[in-house]
């Protein structure tokens, strides 16, 4: 049974810090990988998507690596704003029907 | 507007009482999902449905039932509810050619007494 774990579970730092929010996953026989962003009482909106034959993708600030071997991805965000608050979930996806979700990481970014 | 719409946004509601969370979507997918989130737990996939006649159990389907009335309709019944029913709920759409990427709409909190 594929499970994914996220670390840290919580995170706090100062306003420009480069950060790195890890994913890992058991079973490396994946279709793909999504990163999303939630905000309170919001929805989830989709950040990076990569596909299983990707290294990596890039939005903005944003930048996710995969390595399937090792079952892990990585969500680094360059120059960290206090706007980057939020809960950050990744979810892999076994065969295209079903997302298998991390309990997310919840970032704050102070002033 | 929003591209995934969910009704309620906000519920509550006894034990025992029958409710719908409805999910209507302007994107044309023909995928639909619905997930329910618990602190601590994750995202879990209730149902889903690839299109009108196709409806599929997620891992944690019972106590729950749907119906696809439309391909831009899809909606979740708790037929009777009970407390650890209570939770956060999303429904989420995939278009075709399908990459894996899911669209989610805002939610709806759904807390049973």
């Known amino acids: 049974k594929q499970e994914v774990t996220q670390i840290p579970a919580a995170l706090s730092v100062p306003e420009g810090e480069n950060l790195v929010l890890n994913c890992s996953f058991t079973d490396s026989a994946i279709y793909n990988l999504q990163w999303f962003r939630q905000d309170p009482g919001k929805g989830l909106t989709s950040l990076l998507l990569i596909q299983s034959s990707q290294r990596e993708q890039t939005s903005g600030r944003l930048n996710a690596s995969l390595d399937k071997s090792s079952g892990r991805s990585t969500l680094y965000i360059a120059a960290s704003q206090p706007g980057d608050s939020a809960t950050y979930l990744c979810a892999v996806n076994r065969n295209t029907d079903k997302l298998i979700f991390g309990t997310g990481t919840r970032l704050q970014v102070f002033p | ?113």
């Open chain 2, 1 to 113: 507007d929003a591209d995934v719409t969910q009704t309620p946004r906000n519920r509550i509601t006894k034990t025992g009482k029958r409710i719908m969370l409805e999910c209507s979507q302007t994107k044309g997918h023909d995928r639909m999902y619905w997930y329910r989130q618990d602190p601590g737990l994750g995202l879990r996939l209730i149902y889903y449905s690839f299109d009108v006649k196709d409806i599929n159990k997620g891992e944690i389907s019972d106590g729950y039932s749907v119906s696809r009335q439309a391909q831009a309709k899809f909606s979740l019944s708790l037929e009777s509810a009970i407390p650890n029913q209570t939770a956060l709920y999303f429904c989420a759409t995939a278009g075709q050619p399908n990459t894996g990427e899911l669209f989610f709409g805002e939610g709806s909190r759904l807390t049973v007494l």
